[in-house]
Nanobody, 125 residues
Framework: QVTLVEFGGDSVQAGGTLTLSCTTS???????LAWFRQAPGKEREGLAA????????YYSDSVKGRFTISRDRAKNTLYLRMDRLGPLDTAMYYC???????????????????WGQGTQVTVSS
C-alpha cells in the first residue's frame, strides 16, 4: 500500500523560499517520484522528477535553477525546495509516484499511479 502525503504549503512573499515535503509510505520501487502543480483554470504542470533507482533528476524549464528535488530514503520523504518564488508559482502542489508508462517523459502526469492530496502554495507580490 503506497500513500503519498504532502506538507509544507504556505503563503509567502515574492522572492521567498519554501520547502515542500511528501511522505512516501510503502514506496519501494525503482521508479520515478515527481512534483506537479496546478493553478486554477490551468493544466497540471510537471515541475521536477527523480529516478529513485539512480538519483537522476529532471526539471521543467519554468523551475530549473530555482527548484530542487531531493529524497531522503531513510525518512521515506520527497522534498521540493523552491527559491525565488513569484506570484506565478501560486498553485496546488502535488507529489506523484510510480510511472507505469511513458518513462521518457518523467514530467508528464500521464502514467503516474500514486498521487498525494496536494498542498497549497500562495505567493504574494
Amino acid at each position: 500500500q503506497v500513500t503519498l502525503v504532502e506538507f509544507g504549503g504556505d503563503s509567502v512573499q515574492a522572492g521567498g523560499t519554501l520547502t515542500l515535503s511528501c511522505t512516501t509510505s510503502g514506496y519501494t520501487y525503482e521508479n520515478f517520484l515527481a512534483w506537479f502543480r496546478q493553478a486554477p483554470g490551468k493544466e497540471r504542470e510537471g515541475l521536477a522528477a527523480i529516478y529513485t533507482g539512480g538519483g537522476s533528476t529532471y526539471y521543467s524549464d519554468s523551475v530549473k535553477g530555482r527548484f530542487t528535488i531531493s529524497r531522503d530514503r531513510a525518512k521515506n520523504t520527497l522534498y521540493l525546495r523552491m527559491d525565488r518564488l513569484g506570484p506565478l508559482d501560486t498553485a496546488m502542489y502535488y507529489c506523484a509516484g510510480y510511472k507505469s508508462s511513458g518513462w521518457s517523459r518523467p514530467l508528464s502526469a500521464a502514467g503516474y499511479k500514486y498521487w498525494g492530496q496536494g498542498t497549497q502554495v500562495t505567493v504574494s507580490s
